[in-house]
């Protein structure tokens, strides 16, 4: 933004949710976008830059979608304020460009007819007016434009030249633009939405015509998926294949980032003199941030499908099928999708609760996020299983690893709901949410803006990787690493590292849920990425980076107890420093992520001191 | 003066199927817990911010699994989700022939 004038020409995108307000905002302004953080607020609002055709800079602030400026949440009025000047370094916008869907007017004309309460000049993009076209529907946009004052613009967003007339528009308003007034807002009472209603339906009748089939399609498609019955299996099959997609078609690429990461790695360790300048770079630098982009494509293709089909208006149904389902603990319909994501992994889950417009039920999903099974907990779960649990057949068919596997991922599940009913209960006793959610036309996606917005979300987590994330991984293996081992040391170096000293001091902490000190040491730089605290236990016990007789090395180490202890440690495993680092960024405050890791590991503690002292028990 | 042609219901009560017009949106909803007034105000104006007002012609679509819950209601011309519960702040009815058909 720095080479923007701060008096640059500015506007604010306003309008519905699912009216294509983020396909045009990334139109207009392409790669030259960012998200604006406001102290303490978790909801979205972003900025972005454009040259006009006339050469004009300006400034569009994008707002999250919503049916009114009244703000349901302290967070919506700040990104409110926002617009109107009423935060302290921010100008007021000088137009607002209310986006509406041309296929449902209703909604859009009233929010666009509050916006001119403001004082600020509105202009309506009437958006999406292809597909409308298609339907059959027709508007009278000069008669709809005399009707409410408002200046109507039709747009195409996902076409390069659907916004030409949009920009021509902004060109011309900037040229005439003089002083800005001092918008005002005050909050509109239930009758005056009333009257604005009734006035919108006459603007409707009078400029509008609706085949009485328009939305036929969609009609044909709900009958099927949102059917009780059949509407839940095709919920199931689509999460079977993505489930399949983002662990199946990934693994080539996370094989070549690790491989790519490794490489990396060995070369620094060639090429420049052995000592800690290498050490930090190879084991610090490379390997430890090497461990959280090796989730990338697992993320990508997560989001690709969540974008997609969010796009084509499915995540409102799969919301509206879920929402008795989750919501008897206290979660929203919109709660499922993050939940899902987190299977792959946490950071995208949190990152996208984003879409859930109420405070206390994104917190309530951010908490309850890292319960489910993560795929970084695969490699220690398969570790312990292989090594403890005996590949036998329960009643002939049924694999006692595979049970001992899913009673992990379930045990993840339930605990989660239990957390977030309790939650409900002592936390934000009494305070039940509505579910009001519109369940918008099905429209074809246009891959163009899935790409872009997969790309988004793809840069926004390795910025998180390359910031927060690295800056976690260089003090982990700081603590890993540093004092080095005396001359003439017989224990492997991490021993006697800051890693060694607080692993041995914790060590009496965790003797009564069965963990020896290597456990203990080990979850240090476990903290890195769950799955790292393999590769540790194995630098414990001075074996190198092989699995196979680590877990040979284990299973002739450690009692039954002491294993199934770590197993019921890991269903909880708070100790993810990348996963804690999202949650502050996402919640803006300390608090969130303090209160996570402390409620995950007294659960976590609990569980494997209840696991390990009831296996002693039953084994002796 | 009860017109014969005329019986409002709470739309949470209406089955799948149902089709009539909002007749009062705003309905104070019994709470589990008592509760400020604040609330049923806030649900009042959501609730016409999504488009349920007096005069909407409104049709129930679909029902979810457990309890029929949430439900699917079709409002003019669009769609919109919402739980039983919330529904029963908004009064509907039906005249006696149009709601006969809907449920012969």
């Known amino acids: 933004m720095s080479t923007w004038p701060a008096d ?24 030259r976008q960012k998200v ?198 095709v919920l199931l099959l689509v999460l079977f294949l993505i489930f399949q997609a983002v662990f199946s078609w990934s693994t080539p690429a996370m094989d070549a980032i690790k491989a790519g990461f490794d490489f990396a790695g060995g070369w620094v360790k060639t090429h420049l003199p052995h000592g800690m300048l290498a050490s930090l770079l190879a084991d610090g630098i490379i390997a430890g941030v090497g461990s959280v982009i090796v989730f990338l494509p697992q993320i990508l293709v997560l989001f690709f499908f969540i974008i997609l089909l969010e796009d084509f208006g499915y995540m409102a149904r799969a919301a509206f099928l879920m929402d008795r389902i989750i919501g008897g603990v206290g979660l929203h319909g919109r709660s499922f999708i993050p939940l899902l994501s987190s299977f792959a992994c946490a950071i995208p889950g949190i990152m996208a609760t984003r879409v859930i417009d109420n405070r206390r039920q994104r917190l309530a999903t951010i908490l309850i996020a890292p319960l489910m099974t993560c795929s970084a907990r695969i490699p220690v779960y398969t570790l312990i299983i292989a090594a403890f649990i005996p590949n036998t057949h329960l009643y002939g068919f049924i694999n006692l690893q595979g049970v001992v596997m899913f009673g992990l991922y379930a045990a993840g599940i339930v605990s989660a709901f239990l957390v977030a009913w309790v939650f409900r209960l002592f936390v934000w006793s009494g305070k039940s949410e509505p579910f009001i959610m519109e369940l918008p036309s099905y429209k074809r996606p246009s891959l163009r803006s899935v790409g872009m917005n997969v790309l988004q979300r793809g840069f926004v987590f390795l910025q998180r990787a390359g910031t927060t994330i690295l800056s976690m991984m260089v003090l982990i293996w700081f603590l890993a690493s540093v004092p080095g081992a005396p001359e003439g040391a017989t224990d492997p170096a991490i021993n006697y590292s800051f890693a060694g000293i607080i692993g041995h001091a914790l060590h009496p902490l965790l003797a009564p849920i069965g963990f020896n000190w290597q456990i203990a040491v080990a979850l240090i730089p476990g903290m890195a990425a769950r799955e790292v605290a393999v590769g540790a236990l194995a630098t414990v016990y001075a074996l190198g980076n092989d699995e196979g007789s680590l877990g040979a090395t284990i299973a002739a180490n450690w009692s039954l107890g002491t294993a199934l202890a770590l197993l019921a440690w890991y269903v909880f495993a708070p100790q993810c420093a990348s996963t804690l680092s999202v949650v502050r960024r996402e919640t803006n405050s300390w608090k969130w992520p303090i209160a996570m890791f402390a409620y995950l590991t007294a659960l976590a503690y609990v569980a494997a001191f209840v696991t390990f002292h009831i296996t002693e028990w039953l084994s002796s | 003066m009860p017109d014969p042609d005329f019986h409002a219901m709470p739309l949470g009560a209406a089955k799948k199927g149902y089709r009539g017009v909002i007749v009062a949106v705003g309905f104070p909803v019994p709470r589990e817990r008592p509760i400020a007034d604040e609330f049923n105000e806030e649900l009042e104006r959501r609730l016409l911010e999504i488009g349920f007002v007096e005069g909407a012609q409104i049709e129930i679509l679909h029902e979810g699994l457990i309890g029929g819950d949430p439900i699917a209601i079709r409002v003019d011309d669009m769609s919109v989700a919402l739980r039983r519960h919330e529904a029963n702040a908004i009064l509907v009815s039906a005249p006696m022939a149009a709601s006969a058909l809907s449920q012969g």
């Open chain 1, 8 to 31: 640059a020409f500015r506007f604010a995108l306003v309008g519905n949710p699912n009216c294509g307000k983020t396909a045009l905002f990334n139109m207009l302004t392409g790669k």
């Open chain 1, 36 to 233: 604006a953080n406001y102290p303490g607020v978790t909801v979205e609002s972003k900025r972005g830059r454009l040259v006009s055709p006339g050469g004009r800079k300006m400034v569009v602030v994008d707002l999250p979608g919503t049916y009114s400026l009244r703000g349901r949440s302290p967070d919506e009025a700040v990104t409110r304020n926002a617009i109107l000047g009423q935060l302290a370094d921010e100008r007021a916008a000088d137009l607002i460009v209310c986006v509406a869907d041309a296929t449902n007017l209703r909604l859009s004309l009233r929010l666009a007819l509050e916006l001119k309460t403001t004082g600020i000049p509105v202009i309506l993009a009437l958006n999406m007016v292809d597909i409308a076209k298609a339907r059959g529907i027709t508007i009278d946009i000069v008669r709809l434009s005399e009707k409410i004052g408002i200046p109507v613009i039709s747009t195409i967003a996902v076409e390069k030249d659907g916004t030409k007339a949009l920009l021509a528009a902004l060109d011309t308003f900037a040229e005439q633009h003089r002083d800005s007034v001092q918008p005002s807002w005050h909050e509109q009472s239930a009758d005056e939405v009333r009257a604005t209603h009734r006035f919108i339906n006459d603007v409707i009748t009078e400029c509008v015509t609706i085949p009485p089939n328009a939305d036929l399609w969609t009609r044909r498609i709900d009958n099927v998926l949102l059917h009780p019955f059949w509407g839940l299996l």
